[in-house]
């Protein structure tokens, strides 16, 4: 399985950004898909995630109204849509799958939840 991010760079302060995660060697639709992302000195963060035939989906209470998380399952690809961006969003973005049974490896918003993660994308927003 290979997870690979796209869409990060640079944005001013409010503006919008589009990430890309394509999976190969796992569908999708059947996968609990996470994102995440680490700032400069600080710890990784979950930001959202979709699971479960995208009948499920969390976000973290920071980025709700802001970022919609969505999949395309002819391109078995799940993309985070991130709008009003601030400087505090400004970090590499990593996205991250699972092919457990839901009842296994604890909530979506839980890093160890998942197995397989890609190298990551910047995004910057500046002020």
């Known amino acids: 399985v290979q997870l690979e991010e796209s869409g990060g760079g640079l944005v001013q302060a409010g503006g919008s950004l589009r990430l890309a995660c394509v999976v190969s060697?796992?569908?999708?639709?059947?996968?609990?898909v996470g994102w995440f992302r680490q700032a400069p000195g600080k710890g990784q963060e979950f930001v959202a995630a979709i699971a479960w035939s995208g009948r499920v989906t969390n976000y973290a209470d920071s980025v709700k109204g802001r970022f919609t998380i969505s999949r395309d399952d002819a391109k078995n690809t799940v993309y985070l849509q991130m709008d009003s961006l601030s400087p505090e969003d400004t970090a590499v973005y990593y996205c991250?799958?699972?092919?457990?049974?839901?009842?296994?490896?604890?909530?979506?918003?839980?890093?160890?939840?998942?197995?397989?993660w890609g190298q990551g994308t910047q995004v910057t927003a500046s002020s």
């Open positions: 060697g796992g569908d999708v639709r059947v996968a609990a």
């Open positions: 991250a799958a699972d092919w457990r049974d839901h009842t296994i490896g604890g909530p979506l918003s839980l890093i160890s939840r998942y197995k397989y």
